[in-house]
């Protein structure tokens, strides 16, 4: 086994960071590895911003509520983007692009793209013996990220992504079997590989060193989505001239 592989496969999130900035030269390396990802048909329609203000972190952290929205080496936020594709057009050209600008296949060409840019930023960073975690909190007030971020029309908020120097050693949280996520030639039933995964879970959540619980899997996926959960988005992705088609 290689170690990219090794890399991968021995991820976990981390969340409680050492007070130790990243330094330019290793931004700078995160972001041309994730500009050397895949993209779809070229565009590369993402941006990365990077959180360097204090006050705007700590306004960041009040949508998010997670403290490693301010304690972290550095805080990357993903954008989609399409705003570029219309710099050059001539108005009459921009009214052409925008049933294809506005329609839900570029809305998830943008996503796909910035979510490939960004593993790419976080298997380097893991990658150089720095941690990070994913940050979907960020769309909990999405339009008040959108106002700090001064996002233009064709722009908005994928995910945010804190990196830094680990201050913990966390377990390697189990993932669903290969035989729950590989099916050859069409779909095929896996509840009974579900129900192996539950039981797994209910033995890791009872076993590990913090926050022990009595939980499974299908359990919280069941609270997840009994609970409405970011419903102002759908409104703010038309307000923002996307998935309207």
């Known amino acids: 086994m290689n170690t990219t ?3 991968i496969l021995n991820h976990r999130s981390i969340r409680t960071f050492k007070e130790e900035a990243l330094s330019e030269d290793t931004v700078h ?28 972190k700590e306004q960041l952290h009040e949508v998010s509520g997670h403290p490693h929205v301010l304690t972290n080496g550095h805080l990357f936020i993903i954008c989609a983007d399409y705003h570029r594709m219309t710099y050059e057009a001539a108005d009459e050209v921009k009214e052409e692009m925008k049933p294809n600008l506005e329609n839900s296949e570029h809305l998830m060409t943008a996503a796909i793209d910035g979510a490939l840019a960004a593993q790419n930023m976080a298997i380097a960073a893991e990658s150089m013996g720095l941690g ?13 990220v959108d106002e700090l971020l001064n996002l233009p029309e064709y722009v908005f908020p994928l995910f945010g992504i804190a990196v830094g120097v680990p ?15 590989y099916f050859e030639n069409e ?25 022990r619980r009595i939980d499974t899997w299908s359990d919280q996926m069941q609270r997840r989505f009994r609970t409405p959960i970011r419903m102002d988005v759908t409104d703010y992705l ?8």
């Open 187 to 211: 779909y095929r039933d896996h509840e009974r590989e579900i129900r192996t995964f539950n039981e797994n879970i209910r033995t890791y959540y009872a076993s590990r060193s913090s926050n």
């Open 132 to 144: 990070m975690c994913y940050l979907g909190s960020l769309r909990n007030d999405i339009s008040k």
């Open 5 to 7: 592989i090794e890399t």
């Open 238 to 245: 038309h307000r923002k001239g996307f998935n309207k088609r």
């Open 167 to 181: 201050a913990e050693d966390p377990e390697k949280k189990p993932r669903l079997p290969h035989a729950a996520v």
């Open 29 to 56: 390396t995160l972001v041309e590895a994730a500009r050397r990802a895949s993209t779809s048909s070229y565009m590369m329609a993402y941006s990365i911003i990077g959180i360097t203000d204090p006050k705007k």
